[in-house]
Structure formats: C-alpha cells, structure tokens
C-alpha cells in the first residue's frame, strides 16, 4: 500500500537523503499525456473544461511515499517509488489538483527576492544578520568584513556577485567545518569531508562515503539553524533515511530542531544574493 505524502515547498527543498538521483541528473519529462480529464465548474454560465494538470518533473526513486511539491517558480515535482506507474502518478496528481493549483497560485505571487544592487549602504546577510555595504578604494582583498560592515574595492562592482559567492563559500567553509567537528565530536559521528556547493535546492546531503555537502547559502542563515542542518546531516551518517528513529536522534542532539525546520521553510528563499 502506498502512503501518501504532501510537501508545499515555496523555498528550498530540504536535503532528501531518499532520493537516489544524484544532483546532476536531469529531471524527466512525462511524454504525452492520457488526454483531458473534463470537470465541471459552478461558473455562472457554461462548462469548464480542466485540462490534465502538468507535471514538470518526475522523479523516480526508492521511496515508499509520492511527495508533489511545489516549488518556488510554481512548478510541479512529483517523486514517486520506483515501481509505481504513470497512470497511477498521474491520477494521484488529478485527485489532488485543487490543492496543487491552489499552491501554485500562492507560490506564482509572492514575488523572489530582488536582485541586489552592490551599492554604499545596501546590507548583506552574514549568519542571519543583515550588514552595510561600503564601497572603498582598492585593497588588498577584493571584499573584507570587518567593524561590522562589508567593504568592496570599488574596482570590483562589475563582479560584486561572485566576489560575494567567493567570499560567502570562504566563511561557509570555515563556519561549517567548526560546527561539523564539534557535533562529531560531542555525538560520536564519523564523517570524511566536507564539500561546499551551490545548490539552490537544498541546504545539506550526506553520501554513502561519508562526505558532507552544504550549500554556501546556509552561512546567510542565522547559527543555530546552521547548527540543525549540521546536525541532520551528520545524523545521516548512522540513519540513511527520515525514519521516526533519525528524527528521534536529532531531536536528542537539537530538542527544539522543529522551529530551525520551520525558519528554513519560511525564510530560506531570502538566503540569497536576489534573481539568479
Ligand atoms: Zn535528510
């Protein structure tokens, strides 16, 4: 019997340690289509035809539940066991049309954070708090933080982005590794490396090996949220998956982890340098 499970994601998904598809691989297009599915609406006047809703991406994997979520752009991911066929996917994304529309619409008009513009007292997000831009003459660094402001060799403006990028997975590195260390250390967890990546789609993954991947997004986000994503990652270490007993063991090391789950939900959108 399959169990169903709904996910409304407007953010970041959360590392889905589940899923076998590696980061690069493409996400699957469903061919065709099994034809108009025709519902009728109380609209005054006529009939409404509801068309078969789009799946943009559907992922296969070795999951047990369908997860439809909804991401930041509106678009639609299903991910499915691995046996479950199209036709049952696709009815179970039917018989959940109205609340998928329902969060697309929601997801369509909350507008993305705007792009930033690197100018004299714009502020930057640095471990969950915002700190001024000051534009300066040439030094020795192309971005410094220091006395509580950011200073960017105004040499640099026309790269502002990635310099910020370079300098957000410089401090992701060191900040992350400390908390790594002292969460192995403290609970007795084994880990071999520590990778810092871009994702935009989740915070944190742990594989088989025992590397532990982070995006450079998470050191925007306040300390003890970085502490969770942490935690939850090196728990991966000894539960592969997001059984009752992993959530049971992160809740031992972080009893109040469902306010950081929470915080990431609502404001992981904002961890970034605006539209990419
Ligand atoms: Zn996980």
């Given amino acids: 019997m399959v169990r169903h499970l709904f996910l409304f994601v407007l953010t970041n998904n959360f590392c889905s340690y589940q899923s076998s598809i590696p980061d690069s691989s493409p996400p699957k297009f469903l061919p065709g289509g099994r034809g108009p599915i025709y519902a009728i609406s109380n609209a005054p006047f006529g009939i409404l035809l509801v068309m078969p809703l789009p799946i943009d991406h559907l992922i296969h994997s070795r999951r047990k539940t369908v997860a439809l979520i909804i991401q930041r752009d509106g678009t639609l991911m299903v991910r499915a066991p691995l046996r479950m066929s199209e036709a049952h996917i696709r009815e179970f994304v039917q018989d959940h049309a109205e609340w998928i529309r329902e969060k697309q619409a929601q997801a369509k008009a909350s507008p993305p954070p705007s792009k930033k513009h690197y100018v ?157």
């Fill in 120 to 276: 004299n007292g714009e502020t930057f997000l640095y471990l969950g708090r915002e700190y001024p831009l000051t534009i300066v003459a040439p030094q020795r660094s192309a971005l410094t933080f220091s006395a509580n402001k950011f200073h960017l060799t105004n040499s640099k403006i026309p790269k502002a982005r990635q310099v910020f990028i370079r300098w957000y997975k410089t401090q992701a590195l060191a900040v992350i590794s400390e908390r790594v260390a002292f969460h192995a250390n403290q609970n007795k967890f084994t880990w071999r490396k520590i990778r810092i990546t871009s994702a935009r789609t989740r915070w944190g993954s742990c594989s088989t090996n025992g590397t532990l991947s982070f995006t450079w997004r998470l050191v925007l986000a306040p300390p003890e949220v970085i502490d969770y994503v942490v935690v939850h990652e090196l728990t991966h270490t000894q539960i592969r998956n997001h059984s009752p007993i992993f959530w049971r063991r992160v809740a031992e090391i972080i009893p109040e982890f469902k306010q950081h789950v929470s915080w990431l939900k609502k404001n992981g959108r904002f961890l970034t340098l605006g539209e990419e």
